[in-house]
């Protein structure tokens, strides 16, 4: 693999654990059950890809042993993934959960598409710029409504509304997510 595909699955697998990441994080900030050891090993996988990227970024390559670690952590995050997904009925907490969460994942993502345009002199297209903006309000957005429920305050119907179309949206999509874990693998064969 070229290191422009291999940095491309460093940022697709660090978007999915990103995902798992922030859902863990705002069930334990609006103190819903958490799984500690779920939170605890995403925390550590984004530390150690968090330390990887910035020398892949200079030398272009990964060691063997950097490799084996991160497919080590890619076949961890697909089991990860496998209970990230609710199942109905859906508490509104579970759904804020899946829509922070995505949204921080794909906003990792869309980030890491610039950085890879930067690194590899590539074009990307436009619409990775202007959903700089995007990602930035709507992440905004879910860390107000995190705070809202931590602060115990009653969310208005129209902000649940707003997280209820945005779940029925992802869930819809569910699938796709899925399946694009699957394409994180032949980045590092």
């Keep these: 693999?070229?290191?422009?595909?291999?940095?491309?699955?460093?940022?697709?697998?660090?978007?999915?654990?990103?995902?798992?990441?922030?859902?863990?994080?705002?069930?334990?900030?609006?103190?819903?059950?958490?799984?500690?050891?779920?939170?605890?090993?995403?925390?550590?996988?984004?530390?150690?890809?968090?330390?990887?990227?910035p020398l892949f970024e200079q030398t272009r390559e990964l060691t063997d042993t950097q490799l084996k670690r991160v497919k080590e952590i890619t076949m961890s995050t697909k089991h990860l993934m496998d209970g990230y997904f609710p199942q109905p009925p859906f508490s509104f907490a579970q759904k804020l959960s899946i829509v922070g969460s995505s949204l921080y994942g794909e906003q990792l993502m869309n980030t890491g598409v610039l950085r890879l345009g930067q690194l590899?002199?590539?074009?990307?297209?436009?619409?990775?710029?202007?959903?700089?903006?995007?990602?930035?309000?709507?992440?905004?957005?879910?860390?107000a409504v995190v705070h809202t429920l931590y602060s115990k305050e009653e969310i208005e119907l129209s902000l649940q509304q707003i997280i209820a179309n945005w779940f029925e949206g992802i869930m819809a999509n569910r699938k796709n997510v899925l399946q694009d874990m699957e394409k994180i693998n032949p980045f590092f064969a």
């Design 120 to 143: 590899f002199q590539k074009e990307v297209g436009k619409d990775f710029e202007m959903r700089v903006k995007f990602y930035k309000e709507r992440t905004e957005f879910i860390d």
């Design 1 to 53: 693999m070229s290191a422009q595909q291999q940095y491309n699955g460093l940022i697709l697998l660090t978007s999915y654990i990103q995902r798992i990441y922030i859902a863990e994080k705002i069930n334990e900030r609006i103190g819903v059950q958490t799984n500690p050891s779920r939170l605890q090993a995403a925390k550590n996988y984004l530390d150690e890809l968090n330390m990887i990227m």
